[in-house]
């Protein structure tokens, strides 16, 4: 599952958290952009934990004249 953007309440990671968790084998949630919205985050933690729903990549990029390149790349094997 990818999700694209700031990190916070208006893509709805609690209901695709939800979802996942009732997946006998649900696929990991890679985000794009910035994962740190006024402590949603914090939040949302909590609730993948609560959840057991593990795995998480954030990748974060800027954009020059058409190149892509990328900042910070994150990956951890836990609730996240």
């Known amino acids: 599952v990818v999700g694209v953007g ?3 309440p208006t893509k709805n990671v609690e209901f695709i958290l939800r ?3 009732t997946l006998a ?7 794009i952009g ?7 985050r914090d ?3 909590a609730l993948a934990r609560e959840l057991n ?5 954030n990748i974060q990029f800027a ?4 190149e892509i390149y ?3 790349k994150e990956a951890h094997e836990y609730s996240f």
Do not use: E, H
């Not at 084998?25 to 985000?31: A, E, I, M, R, S």
């Not at 954009?63 to 058409?66: A, C, K, P, R, T």
């Open 63 to 66: 954009i020059q004249d058409g």
């Open 43 to 45: 939040r949302m933690v």
């Open 70 to 72: 990328v900042l910070v």
């Open 19 to 21: 979802a996942l968790a």
């Open 53 to 57: 729903v593990v795995g998480l990549m």
């Open 34 to 40: 910035n994962m740190d919205v006024g402590g949603y």
């Open 25 to 31: 084998d649900p696929p990991k949630l890679v985000w």
């Open 6 to 8: 700031s990190f916070g």
